[in-house]
């Protein structure tokens, strides 16, 4: 059973921009001339090169760890008179492709359209033929479906990668949800293999992104590295346990059929649900996440069926 659509349309704690609200609802509703509007406030950190910029990424990692709108909002109103007007990329916050699409979403809810950020692997970007990624799907009215829009790829990405396929529409088999990458990968081990980012590939990377799917579908949009609670104990590990296999494969489920009750209902299961009283401050920085995954070998894949 899925919820309404409507249930999208309202901000989640993580999307709300506050008091920046007036400045969203101003925008144009077309999501071409939203998603410009996100991709002229910020620029991710892989692609810095590209954009003539040589400070390292690695000096502004506060600003991948920033988790809400609103703080984005005020950061970028430090450069500029409008939080989101257009910046030149020297001007613009460091984000990744989780930050485009919850910034995408926010922009929408603001304006009573229902989107929602998902979690997944993409497979147009390079490193892996299933990389780690994030898009934004809005809820198109006329045609009555889920669009997926990756708001990252502006035109110079787009050249790059030589991508041969609408950004604003992105075909089912060149993003494919957590869940579903999940259940490929049961039916086929060794295809594990090809998921990941950076030195973090295979089952640690797909189980992570299941359950930040489903959060995301709970509108609950975490950070891409966020863990130390439940199944989410470290990014860098995965449960071999049958009883948790078990539970993944129906996380996997709601994901892959984005079954938005199920994922609520799911979200809250005591190895998946955040601890009552739960600080953020407990979960892994990026910052500590890239010291790990350079100064560390990788994990050995465990085959967890």
Not at 118 to 134: K, N, S
Not at 215 to 232: P, T
Not at 276 to 305: D, Y
Request: aromatic share 10%; net charge neutral; with cysteine.
């Amino acid at each position: 059973m899925n919820l309404p659509t409507v249930y999208y349309t309202s901000h989640s704690a993580t999307s709300d921009p506050k008091h920046y609200l007036a400045q969203a609802k101003d925008c144009r509703s077309d999501i071409q001339s939203l998603i410009t509007m996100v991709q002229q406030n910020l620029i991710h950190p892989y692609w810095l090169e590209h954009y003539q910029l040589t400070t390292p990424f690695q000096t502004r990692l506060d600003e991948l760890q920033t988790r809400n709108v609103e703080q984005k909002l005020r950061w970028l109103s430090n450069t500029s008179k409008s939080a989101l007007q257009p910046k030149a990329p020297r001007q613009r916050m460091m984000g990744n492709c989780r930050d485009f699409s919850l910034l995408l979403v926010s922009l929408l809810r603001s304006q009573g359209i229902a989107a929602r950020a998902r979690c997944g692997f993409a497979r147009y970007l390079g490193m892996y033929r299933f990389e780690d990624h994030w898009i934004c799907e809005y809820w198109h009215q006329s045609q009555q479906r889920w669009v997926m829009v990756d708001a990252q790829l502006d035109l110079i990405q787009q050249d790059i990668l030589n991508i041969q396929f609408d950004p604003l529409d992105v075909p089912q088999e060149q993003f494919i949800f957590a869940g579903k990458a999940w259940q490929d990968c049961r039916l086929n081990p060794l295809l594990s293999e090809q998921h990941g980012i950076l030195s973090s590939k295979g089952w640690p990377i797909i189980q992570g992104n299941v359950i930040r799917d489903i959060f995301a579908l709970s509108k609950v949009e975490l950070l891409a590295w966020d863990c130390g609670w439940g199944l989410q104990a470290h990014y860098l590990h995965h449960s071999v346990k049958t009883h948790d296999i078990e539970l993944l494969d129906t996380l996997a489920m709601a994901s892959a059929t984005s079954n938005s009750q199920l994922a609520i209902e799911l979200s809250q299961h005591p190895k998946v649900a955040l601890p009552k009283n739960w600080n953020w401050r407990k979960a892994q920085s990026i910052s500590s996440l890239l010291a790990e995954l350079t100064t560390k070998e990788p994990l050995p894949l465990n085959n967890p069926i």
